[in-house]
Structure formats: C-alpha cells, structure tokens
C-alpha cells in the first residue's frame, strides 16, 4: 500500500531507496526476578555491558579522523561518555539489582525514568533536552544486554540505495552509519534544529525529522522517495510517482552541475557591483574545501574544535601550526580566526560546568578574560601565525567598551612578549568583532572607533533578539530571521558600518542561505561567510541581481512591520 507520511525537511535534496529500520532497544525491556545466587552475575553482566559502551565510544571517536562535523560529534560523544560514567546512571542501576534482585535490562531503565523526570523539572531548556542524551546512552548498553549490535551496525549495501528510518539517532549513531552511505535520513523525533538535524545538514544528504510515527509504519526493504525540500516521505510510490521523483532528482543533479561553471566566474551583481564571498571553517583540513568552492578566503575559522574534547588545553605551539596551516593553505587570501567561543553548549572537558542558563553565562570573550594564560596562549599562536599570510583577529560576544578595552590590552601584551622573543608576527594585524548581541548592534559607534572590522553572527543576534533559544524544539519555529527587529537591526549595523568604511560581513546562517542572499544586497551587505557548500547557490543570486532595482524593495521590506506582508515582498524580491 503506497502513502505519504510528513515531517520536517532540515536538509535538502530527493532520495529514493529502499528503508532500513534502525532498532530501539527501549522498546521491549523484558523484566523478571532473580534467585539470590545469580545477583552477582549479573551485576558482573552490567559491569561489561558499561565497558563494552565506553569502548565502542572510544572506538568511534578515535576511527573518525576527517570531516566537516567531527567536531561536532566528538562534542557528543563527550557527552555521552560522561553520562556513562556518571554514578546516578550506573551505580544505581547496580544497586536496584542488588536490592530488588531484577535484571539488569529492568535495572537501567527504571533508574533511566528516574533521570528523565529529574530533566523534566529543570527550567532551563536546553538542560531539560539533555534527557535525550540519557536515553541514547541507556539505549547503547541494553543493546549490549539484549545482544542487539553496538558499534557494528547489520550489513548494508555501500552503494548509497538505503534510506536509514529510526526513531531517534544521536550524533554517535549517526557517525557510525555514515560509513554505509546512506541516501537519507528519517528521524520521527527531533526539530530543524536538533544535534541530529545539524549533523545530517553537515553530511549533505536528505534528512527529514519530527516524522512521529515512520518507524511504527514503515517496514524494512519498502521501498521510500524521501523528498529534504517539502519534508514529505511516499512510501511504496506507484511507477508514475516513482518516475516522477527520479526525474527531479536528475534535474537536480543537472543543476549542481550547472551551479559548478561558475565557479570561476567573478563574484558581481549585473550592475558590476563586486561582492566577496567567503568560507566558514572548523577544521584545518578543511581548507581543502574552502579553495574547491572558489572562496576569496576564510570569513570564519571557529578555533574553539581544537579545544574539545580533550583532558589537556592545546599549548601554543599545537594552536600555532594549526592556524599555520590555513593561512598558508589559503595562499595570500585572507583568514579570519575567531577566538574561542567557549561555553554554552560547547565546554572545555577540564572546566565543565552546568550553568543555569548557559547562552547567557561565561561564554566567549568573557571566558578568555576570565582565563587570561589560556587567552594569552591564543593570541600568541594568531600573531604568530600572521607572520605566514593574511591572518585577521575576530573576537566574540563582546558588549561592552570595557571588554573591547581589556581585549585590546591583552593583544598588546601577546604582542609585546613576542617581540621580547623577536618572534615575527604582524604588526598592523587586523583585529574586529562579532555583532551578535543586541546591544553591540545598538551601540556600534563604539565599535567603529576601535576596530577594525565587523562579522554579524545571525544566529545568536537573532536568538538574544527575540529571546528564544534556538536549540529547544518546543520554540524553535519562533526562530525567524524576518522579524521586524531582527531586519533593522541588520540593516542598522551594515549601514552604519558602511558609512564609516569599516568592513563588514555576515557569517552566521543567513549568510549562506540563498533567499536572503538579495535582501543582505539590498541592505548594502558586500562580504557573506558560509559553509563552502553553500557558495555557488549564493552566487548564483548574485551574478542575477541588480543593486538599484532590489535596493528600493529592500526599503519597502524594512518599513514593513507584518510578517505575512515582509515573506510576500520577499518572494517578489526574489522572482
């Protein structure tokens, strides 16, 4: 029987392949009683299935050497290995089985309940989604006590041809399946902006989450066309449906390669007006994509990825051929280096820390001037690395004129102590700020005095703006990048920094989202910073734009207060 079941698309593209059914060991936990002389084995049977966990995460964390989100997923894997080791999951289930003389499988999950509903009481959001994290866990071990596979996943044909259905994946599961080249995801839990959701974004394949109930109606071998754009899955399609999709799928095969001619072509509106088009990176191995994609250098390279996960905090040398590696790589075309952006979701192994409300806490600059040796160790390793290309300074989440104050002192001390050593480095480096707080947008007379230049993060301005944190589900579809507030504030920064010939660019997500693309134009937006990815839809924009024509509908999108009104004007603006 064919059907259509829906979700929601968090990566595009059309799949077609035949389902494979992730299991969910949770499911059916058996439960019975055990004779008083068995008690010791199976704490024992518990104790191995720990350790049979904690070594498949270490088996996945050390044959994962490459890609654009492995710092992504040794952030969850982290994760995962502290719940493991945490005594509330652990010790207690030993001791139901001691107490109560249950099974092991019966002993975790009622200590798993136990934890959820201590989640579920905490009122800050993003801490309360952390209950997902415990029950992956939970899941891994009794998939160990139930004999169910672990790391190895069940044989699968390597050829791209099956779609992965599950009720729930997390960062791990996705890492070890990703080995089989899986043509989609389907997820019924999760939200566009889930670790899940992210992850599958990263690896560039179709993905659609918040299906419900497709593992419950899906079964393993039918046949699926899984459609990332609409966020639709047809199950068992009929040969027309089926001919159908194959057909939009080389079409849009046909247009990536089209989009691959203009790579070389110069980054211009039809006007003539040029705009820079640059690269976000993590990793030093990605610069290889950076070049590829034909970026006029790296807007953003988050070296907060070479500080996670980790016991010991990188030393100035391991920074310094790090950030070495790319400005060289990137050949005399610029490299911006963010500080670390540390904090909120993103922690240090040896300072974690459970804040109460941690997008708000010690984050960013605020942590590097509370640990003023690690933020000296940092900026020495920049500067040095200046002296092999065209590095720049980015500092994050910064709010205040006493920040930018004591920052810039720090970076005179690292340069002082440099040429104490007469270790070379460049002088006249760069040094600009992130504008993604509210207040920074509001004040930025004071920014413009004192550096050099701005890189708007969306992301977060949009998050502080309208008060909704962007990684909890439940309000994520709050998260509008047209509200009212948000566009002014966008169109505030850009003008005033263009008025005083300070150079600023966006780096955060709507950078590299092509239906914003003529809307950032027509604010007077010239640098965008993506994702290498996502440059050659972006310039495709704006090799068809013309600056004077989107200039005026951007103007009357700006005095525009009702949000149906601003995404009617936007589709005009884009048609």
């Not at 540390?342 to 640990?371: F, H």
Request: with cysteine.
């Amino acid at each position: 029987m064919s059907f259509i079941l829906h979700g929601v698309g968090v990566s595009e593209g059309i799949a077609i392949g035949h389902a494979h059914l992730a299991s969910s060991a949770t499911l059916n936990v058996p439960h019975y009683l055990l004779p008083k002389n068995q008690i010791d084995a199976e704490l024992a049977r518990l104790q191995s299935a720990f350790a049979t966990v904690r070594q498949e995460l270490e088996t996945l964390q050390t044959s994962t050497t490459q890609g654009p989100a492995l710092a992504e997923f040794n952030a969850f894997l982290e994760l995962h290995h502290m719940i493991l080791d945490d005594p509330t999951l652990a010790q207690a289930a030993m001791e139901n089985i001691a107490q109560v003389q249950c099974n092991a499988e019966w002993a975790i999950t009622q200590q798993m309940e136990v934890l959820i509903a201590q989640f579920e009481e905490i009122e800050d959001a993003y801490l309360r989604e952390r209950k997902t994290d415990v029950i992956q866990v939970v899941e891994r071990v009794l998939k160990v006590l139930l004999g169910h596979p672990g790391y190895t996943p069940p044989p699968l044909k390597q050829d791209g041809s099956s779609i992965l259905v599950a009720h729930d994946l997390s960062p791990a599961d996705v890492m070890q399946y990703k080995q089989h080249q899986f043509a989609a995801f389907l997820i019924d839990m999760g939200g566009p902006t889930s670790h899940t959701a992210i992850v599958a974004r990263s690896l560039n394949i179709p993905s659609i989450v918040a299906m419900q109930h497709a593992q419950q109606l899906i079964y393993e071998n039918d046949i699926l066309i899984a459609d990332g754009n609409h966020g639709i899955v047809i199950v068992n399609p009929d040969k027309y449906i089926l001919a159908e999709y194959r057909l939009k799928q080389n079409q849009l095969a046909l247009e990536k390669r089209k989009l691959s001619r203009i790579k070389s072509v110069t980054s211009a509106t039809l006007d003539g007006t040029q705009v820079a088009l640059l690269a976000n990176i993590e990793l030093p191995q990605e610069i290889g994509q950076a070049r590829e994609s034909g970026a006029m250098g790296v807007g953003l390279f988050r070296s907060e990825f070479l500080f996670l996960n980790r016991d010991d905090l990188p030393g100035e040398e391991e920074q310094f051929e790090s950030y070495s590696t790319v400005v060289q790589g990137m050949r005399g075309l610029p490299v911006i280096i963010r500080t670390f952006d540390l904090g909120a979701d993103k922690n240090l192994k040896s300072t974690y820390r459970i804040a109460a409300n941690p997008a708000l806490g010690l984050r960013a600059i605020r942590m590097s001037l509370a640990e003023p040796a690690m933020f000296l160790t940092q900026l020495r390793a920049i500067l040095r690395a200046s002296s092999h290309g065209c590095a720049r300074i980015l500092i994050p989440m910064l709010s205040s004129g006493w920040e930018i104050n004591q920052t810039l002192q720090m970076i005179e001390v690292a340069k002082q102590s440099l040429r104490d050593e007469k270790k070379p480095f460049d002088e006249n480096i760069k040094i600009g700020s992130m504008i993604e707080i509210p207040a920074a947008a509001l004040a930025l007379d004071l920014f413009i005095k004192k550096l050099d230049f701005l890189s708007i993060g969306t992301n977060d301005l949009i998050q502080y703006t309208l008060a909704i944190d962007r990684v909890d589900e439940t309000v994520a579809h709050l998260f509008d990048p047209l509200h009212p507030a948000v566009l002014w504030l966008l169109a505030r920064v850009i003008q005033i920094a263009g008025k005083a010939n300070v150079p600023v660019s966006i780096c955060g997500e709507m950078a590299g989202d092509s239906k914003y693309t003529r809307l950032l134009l027509g604010m007077g937006l010239r640098q965008f910073s993506m994702y290498p990815a996502q440059l050659l839809t972006v310039k495709r924009e704006i090799l068809g734009s013309h600056i004077p024509s989107i200039t005026r509908l951007t103007q009357k999108i700006l005095r525009t207060h009702e949000s149906e009104k601003i995404h009617n004007l936007l589709l005009k603006l884009n048609s």
